[in-house]
Nanobody, 120 residues
Framework: QVQLVESGGGLVQPGGSLRLSCAAS????????MGWYRQAPGKQRWLVAA???????NYADSVKGRFTISRDNAKNTVYLQMNSLKPEDTAVYYC??????????????WGQGTQVTVSS
């Protein structure tokens, strides 16, 4: 069984920073891509940033230059450093990872979500 556990969300003022973390645990053979999605109330979930096992990154246009995704392969953990936060960044942020296990092969896993609220 694989679990993704997120942490680091909260309330922050506009212009502030937050760092999200997501740790994968369980019977993991390997982890391919990892990423962060977000979903605001009444809207669809969409990709914020992604990173491959080789460290190649991809960002949504709206967060380029403000957010940085990174990962620690030894810890099976992905991070999202969010700077210059704006009210429109308010959403539930979900961690996603493409993980291979010996039992199920390659499968897409999701975290439970962490709330980020940007407000004065």
């Amino acid at each position: 069984q694989v679990q993704l556990v997120e942490s680091g969300g909260g309330l922050v003022q506009p212009g502030g920073s937050l760092r999200l973390s997501c740790a994968a645990s369980g019977s993991i053979f390997s982890i391919n891509a990892m990423g962060w999605y977000r979903q605001a109330p009444g809207k669809q979930r969409w990709l914020v940033a992604a990173i491959t096992s080789a460290g190649n990154t991809n960002y949504a246009d709206s967060v380029k230059g403000r957010f940085t995704i990174s990962r620690d392969n030894a810890k099976n953990t992905v991070y999202l450093q969010m700077n210059s936060l704006k009210p429109e960044d308010t959403a539930v942020y979900y961690c996603n990872a493409l993980i291979t296990t010996m039992v199920f092969g390659e499968y897409d896993y999701w975290g439970q979500g962490t709330q980020v609220t940007v407000s004065s």
